[in-house]
C-alpha cells in the first residue's frame, strides 16, 4: 500500500469527550485530504505539532493516523527540531504534503518523493506591514520572510503545488512566476453533506465563525446585529472564534460598548467540536462573513451545505460558490453598512434565500476533488 506523510503544523484532534476540534478551516482541508486519499489507497499520516491543550503525542481519527512532535507554538525554535523529524520521517513515505508555511522549508532536503505543497492564500502582495500588523514585530518579520523562502522552495522543489480556488492560483502564479501554472493544481475544499441535520430549526441567530484576527472583522457581526434588532429585537449573534488575537478581542469588545449591544444579544464560544459548530449553522439563519482576505472560505460552504444564506465582501475567492441575490448578498469590501442592509434583506426574502443555498455546490463534491488527487498520484 502507498503511503502519504501531510506535513501541516496545525492539526484537528479529539478533546478528552472524544469530540473533533478544528481552529482553522486549514486543518479541516488537511484532514479532508488524508480522508480522500485514503479512499483511493493510499495510507495516510499528518504530523504536526502539539499547538492546543488537549492534543497528543499520537491518536487515529477517521483512519487518519495523527503524530504529533513536542513543540508547544508555531513560535518557538522548537520548529527547528520538527522540521528535522518530518524530514526523517518523510523517508519511509511515497508522497509528501507540505502545508502552511514553515513545513515547505523541507522540500530541498526530500529527495526520490512525489513532494506536493499547499498553498491556501499568499500574502506576498499585502506586504510586510500586513504582516506585522496582524502578528506583531517579530513574528511579523519572521512570517513575511518565511512565506518568502516558502514561495521560493514551492517554486524550485515541488511537483505539484496544489490551492484552493481559481483566484489563489492566480495569485500564486503572478507572485512566484507563470511558469508554475503547469504544475499548480486547484483542489477545493469538500461540501460534505449533513442529513442528519436537515430538519433542524432555524432560530433568530446571526452566526460568526472564524479566528478573531484583525483581516476577519469579527467586530463588524455586531454591526450587522444591531441593523438586524432594528428589523426584529429577538435576533442574536453567536461568535464561535476559532482562535483569538488579543489586539482583536480588544476591539470586538470597544465596538460593543460603543454601539451599546446588550451581553444577552452576544455569545462568544470557543473551543467548539466540530458537530456543535455544524449545529449552529443549521440553527443559524445568517451566517456573516466580514473577512477581507480568503483563500476559499470553507466555513461558506459549511453553512450553504447547511441551508444557511451569507452576508459576505465581495471577494474574488468566492466566484461560483456564492451567487449575489441568490444564496447570499455581497458587498464592497469595508462597507459595513450595506453589509448589515444585505442581512435585513435575507431576512425579508429568507425563503427565497435558503431555497438557493445548495445551488452552487455541485463542484465541491468528493467526486470532482478525488478526480484532481489522482492526477498527483
Not at 100 to 116: D, E
Request: charged fraction near 30%.
Amino acid at each position: 500500500m502507498r503511503k502519504a506523510l501531510l506535513v501541516s503544523e496545525s492539526t484537528v484532534y479529539k478533546n478528552p469527550q472524544g469530540e473533533m476540534i478544528a481552529h482553522g478551516g486549514g486543518e479541516v482541508y488537511m484532514h479532508n485530504l488524508a480522508k480522500l486519499l485514503l479512499k483511493l489507497g493510499i495510507e495516510s499520516t499528518v504530523f504536526g505539532i502539539k499547538e492546543f491543550e488537549g492534543q497528543i503525542s499520537e491518536e487515529v481519527i477517521d483512519g487518519v493516523l495523527y503524530k504529533r512532535g513536542d513543540v508547544r507554538s508555531r513560535r518557538s525554535f522548537l520548529l527547528l527540531k520538527y522540521l528535522k523529524e518530518a524530514r526523517k520521517l518523510a523517508r519511509k513515505f511515497d508522497l509528501v504534503f507540505v502545508n502552511q508555511f514553515v513545513p515547505h522549508l523541507i522540500l530541498p532536503f526530500i529527495r526520490g518523493k512525489k513532494r506536493i505543497a499547499i498553498i491556501h492564500d499568499v500574502y506576498k502582495k499585502e506586504g510586510l506591514k500586513f504582516w506585522i500588523k496582524q502578528y506583531g514585530f517579530f513574528a511579523g518579520v519572521s512570517g513575511w520572510m518565511v512565506e518568502k523562502l516558502q514561495l521560493f522552495f514551492d517554486k524550485r522543489y515541488a511537483d505539484f503545488i496544489v490551492t484552493v480556488s481559481e483566484s489563489s492560483k492566480k495569485k500564486i502564479g503572478d507572485v512566484i512566476g507563470s511558469k508554475v501554472f503547469e504544475k499548480l493544481l486547484v483542489c477545493p475544499s469538500i461540501v460534505y453533506k449533513r442529513d442528519d441535520l436537515k430538519d433542524v430549526q432555524k432560530e433568530k441567530i446571526i452566526l460568526f465563525v472564524g479566528r478573531f484576527v484583525d483581516y476577519k472583522h469579527p467586530e463588524q457581526g455586531l454591526l450587522v446585529l444591531k441593523k438586524v434588532q432594528e428589523f426584529d429585537s429577538e435576533y442574536k449573534a453567536i461568535f464561535v472564534a476559532t482562535r483569538v488575537s488579543k489586539k482583536t478581542m480588544q476591539l470586538f469588545k470597544k465596538v460593543k460598548k460603543e454601539q451599546s449591544v446588550d451581553d444577552e444579544s452576544v455569545i462568544i464560544k470557543s473551543d467548539c467540536g466540530n458537530e456543535e459548530v455544524a449545529e449552529l449553522m443549521a440553527k443559524a439563519k445568517i451566517l456573516v462573513h466580514s473577512s477581507y482576505i480568503e483563500g476559499q472560505g470553507i466555513v461558506i460552504l459549511e453553512a450553504l451545505s447547511l441551508g444557511t444564506p451569507i452576508v459576505a465582501y465581495n471577494l474574488e475567492a468566492y466566484k461560483g460558490m456564492l451567487l449575489n441575490g441568490q444564496n447570499c448578498e455581497l458587498t464592497q469590501k469595508g462597507e459595513v453598512s450595506r453589509l448589515s442592509e444585505g442581512a435585513v434583506k435575507i431576512l425579508k426574502n429568507y425563503d427565497f434565500y435558503q431555497k438557493n443555498c445548495k445551488t452552487s455546490l455541485e463542484e465541491f463534491s468528493e467526486e470532482k476533488v478525488m478526480n484532481v488527487l489522482k492526477n498527483i498520484d
